[in-house]
């Protein structure tokens, strides 16, 4: 079985400022990591990914992500916030030779002006 | 391109009522799935599909059946609707060459469902 834990349900930042959502993940063999965005009333939209090489891999808005195998964990990041990035993020997971994604439950990312 | 267009928007049902979502998607992507998403639980996979004519059951298949007659299109039927299927519904697509499972999903715009 795969899972997806993103242990904060909220998180605020001061527009400006860096910001971090976290995620950690369980699946058996080599993890496909994915990091999506909603906007209100949305669908999700795609972020970034992390399936092979680099640990830290660069994605839309000026997004990135550090996969840390060692801690399980896929850290999305941006070092300044907008008050446009406040939306719900999701994280994912599914293992190599599967299609099929695993989403942590979101977390709530409102930048404050 | 219009992607994965998911129709209707918006349905309110009455308990026992069936009905049938509309999922349908122009990038001639294999792989189609139907998720829903509740309040504090992120997404749960309800059906998935690889292909015209193949199917399987994800995490919360109960009350819920598929069919795929088509690379473009996979509706998903309410048989019998109940409260407890009150949600928001995504189907998304993903292209299925390459290694298996490394490419991103497209996700439509959902449909939210009241059943009363």
């Avoid at chain 1, 058996?28 to 990591?33: A, I, M, T």
């Avoid at chain 1, 795609?46 to 896929?74: C, H, M, P, R």
């Avoid at chain 2, 998903?76 to 290694?99: D, E, H, M, N």
């Amino acid at each position: 079985a795969q899972s997806v834990a993103q242990p904060e349900d909220q998180v605020n930042v001061a527009e400006g400022n860096p910001l971090t959502v976290k995620c950690t993940y369980s699946v058996s063999g080599n993890p496909y990591l994915f990091w999506y965005v909603q906007y209100p009333n949305r669908g999700l939209q795609f972020l970034l990914k992390y399936i092979t090489g680099d640990n830290l891999v660069k994605g839309s808005y000026g997004f990135e992500a550090e996969f840390n195998k060692s801690q399980t964990s896929f850290h999305l990041k941006k070092p300044s916030a907008l008050v446009s990035d406040s939306a719900l993020y999701f994280c994912a997971v599914t293992r190599a030779g599967s299609y099929q994604l695993t989403f942590g439950k979101g977390t709530k990312l409102s930048v404050i002006p | 391109n219009a992607g994965v267009t998911q129709t209707p928007k918006f349905q309110v049902l009455k308990t026992g009522q069936s009905m049938t979502l509309q999922c349908a998607q122009d990038m001639n992507h294999e792989y189609m799935s139907w998720y829903r998403q509740d309040p504090g639980m992120g997404l749960r996979l309800i059906h998935y599909s690889v292909g015209a004519g193949i199917t399987d059951q994800g995490e919360v298949p109960n009350g819920y059946n598929v069919s795929r007659s088509t690379t473009e299109d996979f509706p998903l039927r309410l048989l019998s609707a109940a409260p407890s299927q009150t949600s928001v519904y995504f189907c998304a697509s993903k292209i299925s060459g390459g290694l298996v499972g490394s490419s991103e999903a497209f996700f439509g715009q959902g449909t939210r469902l009241t059943v009363v």
